[in-house]
């Protein structure tokens, strides 16, 4: 599975932004999607997590209620719709697809195949 993620962009706090990861080469209809992301100087840490068919949804408790994960299998694609963004969500993020289940991608399973990153930066 080849991913591209896009959408990234310098906004003001407070702002929403929406990435999109587009999934080629396989259909993702089999594998658990995730969205982590990476800011200088710490380690990457897991945004959210989504099952084969969207049942399971856990996110990390910085952006619960401000971040929606979403899938739409016939089109391949995996979404990141953050609002209320804020400095701290400033970091590389990226898509992964896991053939684990959507709780083991969760909790740090590591994921098979890993998109580049999309670069998100918020302002004060």
Known sequence: ??????GGGLVQAGNSLRLSCAASGRTISTYSMGWFRQAPGKEREIVA?????????????????RFTISR???KNMVYLQMN????EDTAVYYCAAA???SWSLYRGREADYWGQGTQVTVSS
Do not use: E, F, M
Not at 54 to 63: K, N
Not at 84 to 87: A, E, F, N, V, Y
């Open 1 to 6: 599975v080849q991913l591209q993620a896009s």
């Open 84 to 87: 209320s963004l804020k400095p």
């Open 99 to 101: 053939r684990t289940d």
């Open 72 to 74: 739409d299998n016939a």
């Open 49 to 65: 997590a989504i099952s084969l068919n969207g049942g399971r949804i856990y996110y990390a408790d910085s952006v619960k209620g």
